[in-house]
């Protein structure tokens, strides 16, 4: 429809300026990070004086390069396009909690897991981690006074073709039908310093690369369940 030709259009244009931006920013972050290990090296034992700061340093600039390369991911995902390899989905999970074994440890969240496919499927790995480590982050988020996490996989057909549905599903604070509507929009978030509102935004774009869907439930006050389905790798 025509609506969605403008939204289309308008989000080229966004992601010819957003990576426009992201690379004239990639610089002076590189001279930055550069200068600040200059400066300590100048400061000898007298940068220990410091420490605080330049760890504060450190991270800010940290956080700025991830914040640029997930615009530049999110702008340009052709570039970022890693080789695909058949995968149990099972495995990539297991493989993806330890990234994320930090955050859970600080939390009173459980994690349940339910593993059934049978079928593999075709992804690139790192791309399927992104994805889970986001929607598992998010409702790390969504779960600030604890809660329960459950990952599962089954096997599942969609529009007659064989697949694989992987859920990542919250008992945290949920979403409102209106905020549930903008989660998969470029630049949506809630989390004001933290979030870039980017995370749902590329996930939807690797999955559906794949020939998969991302989809989202939520009730505000109950929790929040994101479902990937993935063709089955023939
Ligand atoms: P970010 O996490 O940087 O804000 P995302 O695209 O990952 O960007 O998420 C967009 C917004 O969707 C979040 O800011 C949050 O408001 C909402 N959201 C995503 N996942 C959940 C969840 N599991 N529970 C509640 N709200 C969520």
Excluded at 52 to 64: A, G, K, P, V
Excluded at 96 to 104: A, D, G, K, N
Excluded at 126 to 137: D, F, G, H, M, S
Aim: proline fraction near 3%; glycine fraction near 8%; charged fraction near 25%.
């Amino acid at each position: 429809t025509t609506r969605q030709l403008i939204v289309s259009e308008k989000l080229a244009a966004i992601g010819e300026i957003t990576a426009g931006v992201a690379h004239e920013i990639n610089n002076p972050i590189a001279v930055m990070q550069g200068n600040l290990e200059v400066v300590r090296q100048v400061m000898g034992e007298r940068a220990e004086e410091a420490r605080t700061e330049f760890r504060l340093l450190d991270e800010q600039i940290h956080r700025i390069s991830q914040i640029v390369t997930k615009l530049l991911q999110f702008a340009k995902p052709e570039e970022y396009a890693g080789f695909l390899e058949r995968h149990a989905p099972a495995d990539v999970i297991s493989d993806t909690l330890p990234l994320v074994q930090h955050l859970l440890n600080k939390s009173e969240i459980v994690v349940e897991r339910d593993d059934r496919a049978s079928r593999l499927v075709l992804m690139n790995r790192t791309e399927l981690q992104q994805v889970l480590v986001n929607l598992i982050v998010n409702a790390i988020h969504a779960m600030s006074d604890g809660g329960t996490l459950s990952l599962r996989s089954h096997d599942s057909d969609l529009d007659g073709k064989p697949g694989v549905l992987i859920e990542v599903a919250d008992t945290g604070v949920g979403m409102s039908a209106k905020m549930l509507s903008k989660v998969f929009d470029p630049f949506f978030t809630t989390k004001r310093q933290e979030g870039t509102g980017l995370g749902l935004s590329i996930s939807q774009t690797l999955i559906s690369r794949q020939g998969g869907k991302i989809s989202a439930e939520s009730e505000e006050g109950v929790g929040t369940r994101f479902t990937i389905w993935l063709p089955e790798a023939s």
